[in-house]
């Protein structure tokens, strides 16, 4: 008893180790942004939800969108929500990166650095998935990676894209985005 008592008081007293304190943090970074992640999933969900009633789909319809892992492109298809979004995320980070003057190098940088982060999330997780790797929008987000990646093996990692690749891949952005 009398042990634990000491230990008690140290903490208290604020002299905890730095690995304690750096863990404590990371677990309430990991948590919020977790919370956060499900939050915003769920008002996406609601507002599907919400767009079903209005369409008179009933209360069931609207049920049903809340808790289906699919969503319904603008095509048509029934894709992962997950994966749409992904998708929609590369389509949108990828324009504001090609619309940012590459002499303000800062705000460059930033929306490169989102483009890049988002084409990694995307790739990690559909790359090679089966259940989306025929898609149009998946064959043309693939055509728009394939491009940066020939002309950035070539030109060098800040090289400034020439406006022949800038429209070609704003086209295969577009084509993409036609089937989200």
């Known amino acids: 008893m009398l042990k634990a008592n000491m230990s008690h008081e140290k903490l208290l007293q604020g002299q905890t180790s730095s690995l304690f304190d750096r863990r404590g943090f990371l677990k309430c970074v990991v948590g919020a942004s977790s919370f956060m992640a499900?939050?915003?999933?769920?008002?996406?969900?609601?507002?599907?939800?919400?767009?079903?009633?209005?369409?008179?789909?009933?209360?069931?319809?609207?049920?049903?969108t809340l808790f289906d892992p699919n969503e319904r492109t603008k095509s048509g298809k029934e894709l992962p929500k997950a994966y749409l979004k992904s998708a929609r995320?590369?389509?949108?980070?990828?324009?504001?990166?090609?619309?940012?003057?590459?002499?303000?190098?800062?705000k460059f940088r930033r929306s490169a650095d989102a483009a890049k982060e988002s084409i990694?999330?995307?790739?990690?997780?559909?790359?090679?998935?089966?259940?989306?790797?025929?898609?149009?929008?998946?064959?043309?987000?693939?055509?728009?990676?394939?491009?940066l990646a020939k002309f950035?093996?070539?030109?060098?990692?800040?090289?400034?894209?020439?406006?022949?690749?800038?429209?070609?891949?704003?086209?295969?952005?577009?084509?993409?985005e036609e089937f989200l």
């Open 38 to 64: 499900a939050f915003e999933f769920s008002g996406l969900q609601a507002q599907a939800a919400e767009e079903k009633l209005e369409e008179g789909e009933g209360v069931v319809g609207a049920f049903k």
């Open 89 to 106: 995320e590369v389509v949108k980070t990828m324009r504001e990166s090609l619309k940012e003057n590459p002499k303000d190098n800062a």
């Open 120 to 147: 990694r999330d995307y790739l990690s997780n559909w790359r090679g998935q089966k259940t989306v790797a025929g898609e149009e929008s998946y064959v043309e987000l693939e055509n728009v990676i394939r491009a």
């Open 152 to 176: 950035y093996s070539k030109a060098g990692p800040s090289a400034p894209l020439p406006d022949e690749v800038k429209t070609q891949i704003l086209d295969d952005l577009n084509k993409a």
